[in-house]
């Protein structure tokens, strides 16, 4: 997580390739969703987008989520947050 939230975040390790051990980078870029209660160390939350939650009234409805209706939506997020797209 400590070099996940930055594009140019990298894991260094060694490989071996034809006998000979080489110095590789591996991207650690990725989004993430962590959920919890009470509040999140610093470490995490100084480098991230808070969402609060509250209770659904119980005389509030709601409408069902249909996969169906928000798929198209929900994946042209998707391939955002991954930065297939900008």
């Keep these: 997580m400590n070099t996940g939230f930055e594009r140019d975040g990298v ?17 650690t870029f990725c989004p993430k969703a962590i959920a919890g209660i009470g509040h999140l160390p610093t470490t995490i939350s100084d480098r991230a987008i808070a ?16 996969k169906r209706k928000v798929l198209p ?3 042209a997020l998707q391939r955002f947050a ?3 797209e900008w």
């Design 11 to 27: 894991a260094s390790l060694s490989e071996k390739m034809a006998g000979n051990w080489t110095p590789k980078d591996l991207s």
């Design 51 to 66: 969402i609060e939650l509250e209770r659904q009234p119980k005389t509030q409805s709601v409408e069902l989520l249909k």
């Design 73 to 75: 939506e929900g994946t």
């Design 82 to 84: 991954c930065g297939a």
